[in-house]
């Protein structure tokens, strides 16, 4: 799900989204298939069962994950969170967004669904914030989906102040392995969660920037806007 769907499909997640949250909170299924806007009761459990794979009355069972679109001077961006956590802050334009979303969602064997969420409501907020020049801070839980490694470089890219960018060779060098300098760029390239980890704050040790899964003149321009107003 990455909002290239019609008004009308679009709608239709939101209203199925309601129901699943309805049933979940203990609604009896006709009350959530009237709530919904369903007159159809065999309707509404053909539209349960294609959205969530099961029927009405195994909601209990069904896990999500919320989506939310927030638009940025960067670029559209898709949010997806749960009770857990941000699982994913992306850039829309990505061209293998979508592959990206199904592995994430079938690693858990949850749905996406566009929705509302208080993680959602935060990092949008922190978000705000960070793009007003206020903070540089995110506070919200993140939910990371790599290996050991890969965690550990993303829990050193946080360290890095904004303003300033490391090479890949300092990258490695703090994990305390100054010859995985590959392994460290394949790892930066894994991220998920943009802006939040600042995989964008990791240049070449020339100086050139490439190598970031959103685009270098992407990358560019949040080092830029940065060292302007957050350094």
């Known amino acids: 799900l990455t909002y290239r769907i019609t008004f009308q499909a679009y709608q239709r997640c939101r ?3 309601a129901a699943l949250h309805d049933l979940q909170s ?13 007159n159809s009761s065999s309707g509404f459990w053909e539209a349960f069962k294609q959205m969530f794979g099961t029927a009405p009355s195994k909601a209990k069972n069904v896990d999500i994950l919320l989506a939310r679109w927030i638009d ?9 969170a749960d009770d857990q956590g941000l699982h994913m802050l992306e850039f829309v334009d990505r ?7 199904k592995r994430l969602t079938e690693h858990l064997g949850y749905q ?5 969420h208080p993680y959602l409501d935060q990092i949008e907020l922190e978000l705000n914030a960070y793009l007003a020049g206020e903070s540089d801070q995110f506070t919200v839980p993140l939910v990371e989906l790599g290996s050991d490694f890969e965690k550990s470089v993303w829990a050193v890219l946080k360290t890095i102040p904004p303003g300033e960018t490391w090479s890949y060779a300092d990258l490695a060098k703090k994990l305390g392995n100054p010859n995985a300098t590959r ?3 394949h790892a930066n390239g894994k991220n998920s969660i943009a802006i939040v980890i600042p995989c964008h704050r990791v240049i070449a040790k020339s100086g050139k920037i490439h190598q970031y899964r959103w685009g270098s003149d992407r990358k560019k321009a949040i080092i830029g806007w940065e060292a302007a107003r957050l350094a």
């Open 15 to 17: 209203r199925m989204g």
């Open 26 to 38: 203990g609604d009896a299924v006709i009350a959530a298939q009237v709530n919904s806007g369903f």
């Open 72 to 80: 940025t001077p960067f670029g559209g961006m898709l949010a997806l």
């Open 95 to 101: 061209r293998a967004l979508e592959t990206e979303i």
């Open 112 to 116: 996406v669904i566009p929705g509302d």
């Open 183 to 185: 392994a460290v760029g």
